[in-house]
Nanobody, 114 residues
């Protein structure tokens, strides 16, 4: 019923920036809290940033001040602007919709390396 498609990942040098996008299908997008998670190699998936339908945000301590989550409800899209990237940010990044059944995107690879 709900499909989430991430894009914008890639290879970037330390200190660089990337902007991830997550396009959602379905109705009532603006009613749902959206989030970005990431799964570093060999580690568990972890929450990175969250944004409510009203635009209130929350960030993991490891990314606070460097990452910014935003949304455009008219486009059914949530974004993650990532600045000052570090090698520790290397992971597959997933979009998540907080609804009754939960919805995950396919993930997009972010690699931070020199």
């Amino acid at each position: 019923q709900v499909q989430l498609v991430e894009s914008g990942g890639g290879l970037v040098q330390p200190g660089g920036s990337l902007r991830l996008s997550c396009a959602a299908s379905g109705s009532n997008f603006g009613s749902y809290t959206m989030a970005w998670y990431r799964e570093p190699p060999g580690k568990q998936r972890e929450s990175v940033a969250t944004i409510t339908g009203g635009g209130f945000t929350h960030y993991a301590g490891s990314v606070k001040g460097r990452f910014t989550i935003s949304r455009d409800n008219a486009k059914n899209t949530v974004y993650l602007q990532m600045n000052s990237l570090e090698p520790e940010d290397t992971a597959v990044y997933y979009c998540y919709m907080r609804r009754a059944s939960g919805s995950w995107g396919q993930g997009t690879q972010v690699t931070v390396s020199s």
